[in-house]
């Protein structure tokens, strides 16, 4: 029913716009009880030629031979696909790729689960199993393979609706809005603690133009624009991975990175934004150009006046580091782009004449009905990607930046999440303190 992709009979012009997803057996009742009505509803009407331009076709695919428990999938569930019996030919990716170490942590049930989302090319695992979530990111590391605890799928799939320009999932009511309209709809739908204060203030700073302008381009202009931001990073590494679980390498990197580089810049203008805001309300009379989250003399004076927004930007002063090192690569250095880091293997260190041999055996046709002058000027770059292909990837989706004077390895589409975090700690509290 599933064909497994291989670089022949993908295509990756565009993101894909079909998606298998393996439910662990063990949270199937989450859908079952409603948990996941909003989950299963998007899916549903994702899938929907009316309502979906393009149609996304997402397949969940539950592994039923794997438990002894039994699980009755209502009939007219259009959401599953159930599998009976372990597929032929599935490998045991974890002895191959995984260490020892980690390996250990895992039961044999957890092991038989991961091969078959791997065989599969799954976009993501939906689990509440404690060890597989715990470990996700090692997981990833090594494998390929994206855990996704069940709280998070309404999120993911908002980031492959988002991917697709649609705005109408998580309760977000359907109409003839415009692409601005529906997007701040949603994100106000997902930030209703931070728009209840932004009602509050709106009425204590009427008579300031200023203030009430500056208000409403942090609230209602960056921070929705930082949050699409996000969205488009996890959109493009999701098809990232979907072409590289395919041997399709670096497929959508530079829209990823577009977007990324937008999100560092966006990320600091934030907190620079947020001086200029406390400068106006404060009324302290420094110029824009004074006004800054890493300027000496505005923070002095912040500390007397504003404790605990000072106390908090002192806490944070690595993450600052970090955010700041990323914006001045994306503003006025080499761009800081993320790429996978490799390792040598056996098979990449072959000869050119072994690769070759390999070649010939892989794909007969290029050396028998291609004219052997094209066959000679372009086996170098055959060789080349060959050799590419068979690398180790030891650290996925990293980038260098220098932390005191030191290069540092960091992964900017893991850690977007928890910079986003960080932005909305230090707007909410910053707001706080200014208007108590």
């Not at 989250?293 to 912040?302: A, G, N, P, S």
Request: aromatic share 12%.
């Amino acid at each position: 029913m599933f064909e497994k992709g291989t670089p022949k009979n993908t295509k990756s012009a565009l993101p894909t716009t079909e998606y298998i997803m393996v439910v662990d057996p063990e949270c199937f009742c989450e859908f079952e009880n409603g948990f996941l009505a909003t989950a299963s509803t998007m899916i549903l009407e994702l899938r929907n030629p009316y309502l979906a331009k393009p149609v996304i076709e997402i397949s969940l695919l539950l592994p039923k031979f794997l438990y002894k428990c039994k699980i009755d999938v209502k009939s007219g569930n259009d959401l599953f696909y159930e599998v009976g019996s372990e597929p032929s030919g599935v490998e045991d990716v974890f002895k191959k790729k995984m260490p020892e170490k980690l390996l250990s942590k895992f039961r044999d049930i957890e092991i038989k689960l991961l091969n078959f989302d791997s065989e599969l090319q799954s976009e993501g695992l939906i689990t509440n199993n404690k060890m597989l979530v715990q470990e996700r990111y090692e997981i990833y590391r090594y494998t390929n393979i994206r855990i996704i605890p069940v709280n998070e799928l309404d999120d993911f799939l908002g980031i492959i609706a988002h991917g697709n320009l649609m705005f109408w999932g998580k309760g977000i009511p359907r109409g003839m809005e415009s692409f601005e309209i529906l997007y701040c709809k949603d994100i106000l739908y997902d930030n209703k603690e931070i728009m209840v204060v932004y009602n509050d203030i709106r009425t204590k700073v009427k008579d300031n133009p200023k203030v009430e302008d500056c208000l409403k381009s942090v609230l209602l202009n960056r921070l929705p624009m930082i949050l699409y931001a996000r969205d488009m990073v996890k959109f493009y590494e999701i098809q990232l991975d979907h072409f590289k679980r395919r041997g399709l390498i670096g497929r959508f990197s530079m829209l990823l990175n577009y977007h990324l580089t937008y999100f560092y810049l966006l990320a600091w203008g934030m907190l620079d934004h947020l001086t200029l805001l406390i400068n106006l309300v404060k009324d302290y009379k420094f110029k824009d150009r004074d006004c800054g989250i890493r300027i000496k003399q505005y923070l002095e004076v912040l500390e007397k006046d504003m404790p605990k927004t000072s106390a908090l930007i002192n806490k944070e002063s690595k993450w600052i580091d970090v955010i700041a090192d990323m914006r001045h690569h994306a503003a006025h250095k080499t761009i800081a782009l993320v790429n996978d880091i490799y390792q040598e293997t056996d098979e990449s260190q072959k000869t050119d004449e072994e690769v070759m041999e390999f070649l010939k055996r892989e794909e007969p046709y290029f050396f028998q009905y291609l004219p052997k002058e094209l066959v000679d000027k372009m086996l170098p770059e055959k060789i080349f990607n060959w050799k590419f292909r068979h690398l180790k990837v030891i650290l996925p989706n990293a980038a260098m930046i220098k932390l005191n004077d030191k290069d540092c390895m960091i992964f900017p589409t893991i850690d977007i999440d928890f910079n986003v975090i960080k932005v909305k700690e230090i707007l909410a509290l910053v707001l706080s303190e200014l208007f108590p």
